[in-house]
């Protein structure tokens, strides 16, 4: 069970660590471009992106790696379970990133309307402040989630005790 969770833990997180670099690597390009085709594509991806994959990936992460954590618990597995925790930590960190974060400007961003405009009639700039906000902590969830792949990485190298020489 410990090697399976640890593995699982590992996909689902290079998943979703691939996800969230995506969408860092991808929303400073829009600097350039109007408005409305701001608006529209960050609208058509948040959409598109909820689905039973993301879900698979993105919940399946936090528990397969809780998993691997609790499982390690034992003193056997103690030589894996500061790498398991540090996945944790790290991981956690890019969900209260997204909560905090990315989930209140996507909300923003569904609320513009096709028009592109806030609800106050005002015009909705996502470049500022929501592009250099959403460009910022995109790229601290691509690295908190990779620093947790990482993490998970090296738990998988201590639990089967392969020298990394």
Do not use: K
């Amino acid at each position: 069970m410990r090697v399976f969770a640890l593995v699982a833990a590992t996909v689902t997180t290079g998943v979703t660590s691939g996800l969230f670099y995506t969408y860092a690597s991808v929303t400073p390009g829009l600097r350039t471009a109007d408005n409305l085709a701001v608006v529209q594509a960050m609208q058509r991806l948040n959409v598109a992106v909820l689905n039973g994959w993301y879900l698979l990936g993105f919940a399946g992460a936090l528990v397969s790696t809780a998993a691997a954590v609790v499982l390690h618990l034992p003193s056997d597995g103690h030589r894996v379970l500061p790498a398991a925790v540090g996945a944790l930590a790290c991981y956690t960190g890019s969900l209260v990133a997204t909560r905090a974060v990315n989930l209140p400007l996507s909300q923003a961003l569904a609320e513009a309307g096709e028009a592109g405009r806030a609800e106050y009639g005002e015009p909705f700039d996502p470049r500022d402040p929501y592009g250099a906000r959403r460009v910022r902590w995109s790229a601290a969830r691509a690295l908190l989630s990779t620093a947790a792949l990482g993490f998970l990485c090296w738990a998988l190298v201590m639990h089967c005790d392969i020298s990394p020489n």
